[in-house]
């Protein structure tokens, strides 16, 4: 992978452009400075990730890096002169001439799939991310976000936020959420463990402006996805006025969506009180078959252990399960459930026979 950097003030630089073959890519933190020292990559760079950039800086103005598979990174370009005697090899933008034989494609549009921005990066530029309709999941570590205008822009399948961060914590994700909107998932995953500490989902909403006879702008909004959107404090998320937000009704709703808030928020409930636990569970008990589609379509068979540990299926649910199973051709998955069902029979009261046979 290479990565073309604007050096900044502070020791601080800007990454403008990714090339590489994979789509899935984890940016460094830091890299080494051009004249010694190191460089923190603070920086998204404006249409960093799109198919069509506009404005980069100039190949005499940035450094260009290879960062190798075990993470070093070495400097291969700086300020428009090659530091390793292969200039084909790393002449990678267009319009600079030919291209190589063994060229990389740049890391933007419908080819990136997956990105983790580092720590130490709190500023996305407009655009960042526009017409990448395959981005699928973004990782963002803790502390505040400064996002552009139009960083999402039509990107369509992106569902998955990853915050390296507890709940509690200080995040940039009212930042994100508010640059979506279409329906998206916070997790709340530290590295290392093995779960995340909450799923939070934020539903899609729709923004109506209408233009009234004095010619005053009047914004309306459509759909809960904007109130939730709402329950942030200074960065962090205000999970009360979050669980407040359901029982007021979801009928508007993808209710695909709304079973898999239900479900998120009652398999990791960080800060979830037993009263506001109750509607959640009321709704996903009649529900259980819309979330099970979603988790045997991604062969989530971890996501299946834990809808039936919370134990609100009943015999209609289980045979509906089992015929969704069977359709997408889990077996795995229908063992479970089978073995669940079989249990739950088994630990049932039985009723008590009277023979009055004389």
């Known amino acids: 992978m290479f990565l073309d950097i604007l050096p900044l003030k ?3 630089a800007r990454l403008t452009r990714v090339y590489g073959d994979e789509p899935c890519v984890a940016l460094p933190a830091s890299i080494p400075g051009p004249e010694g020292g190191t460089l923190s990559i603070t920086e998204l760079g404006d249409y960093c990730f799109s198919e069509k950039p506009r404005s980069l800086p100039r190949a005499d103005e940035t450094c260009r890096y290879e960062l190798s598979p075990d993470g070093t990174c070495t400097l291969v370009r700086a300020f428009g002169r090659d530091l390793t005697g292969r200039r084909g090899r790393y002449d990678l ?3 600079e001439g030919p291209a190589a034989p063994e060229e990389l494609h740049p890391v933007c549009g419908n080819f990136v799939e997956e990105v ?5 990066l709190p500023v996305i530029g407009s655009c960042a991310f526009y017409n990448c309709r395959k981005l699928r999941r973004l990782g963002v570590g803790a502390g505040d976000l400064i996002v552009g205008s139009d960083v999402f822009l039509n990107c369509f399948a992106l569902t998955d936020l990853i915050l390296r961060a507890g709940p509690e914590e200080k995040t940039g994700l009212f930042s994100l959420v508010n640059n979506i909107t279409e329906a998206v998932r916070a997790l709340f995953w530290l590295p290392g463990e093995e779960r995340p500490r909450a799923g939070l989902w934020y539903p899609a909403y729709w923004e109506d402006v209408e233009e009234s006879p004095a010619h005053i702008l009047l914004h309306t909004f459509s759909g809960q996805g904007y109130h939730y959107r709402q ?14 937000i359901f029982p007021d009704g979801h009928a508007a709703e993808d209710q695909g969506v709304v079973s898999m808030l239900c479900f998120d928020r009652l398999r990791w409930p960080w800060n979830l009180t037993e009263k506001a636990k ?3 569970r009321e709704f996903l008990t009649a529900h ?3 979330v099970l589609q979603r988790l045997l379509k991604a062969r989530d068979n971890d996501g299946v252990k834990d809808l039936l540990a919370l134990d609100v299926m009943d015999a209609a649910a289980f045979a509906e399960g089992a015929e969704l199973a069977a359709k997408a051709d889990n077996p795995e998955a229908a063992a479970l459930l089978a073995d669940a069902e079989y249990k739950k029979r088994g630990a049932a009261p ?3 026979r009277y023979d009055f046979d004389f």
């Open 278 to 280: 109750a509607p959640y």
């Open 116 to 120: 983790s921005l580092p720590d130490s």
């Open 93 to 95: 933008d267009f319009g």
């Open 231 to 244: 329950c942030f404090l200074e960065g962090k998320v205000l999970s009360a006025e979050y669980d407040a």
């Open 288 to 290: 259980t078959g819309l």
């Open 10 to 12: 502070n020791h601080t």
């Open 350 to 352: 039985k009723k008590r």
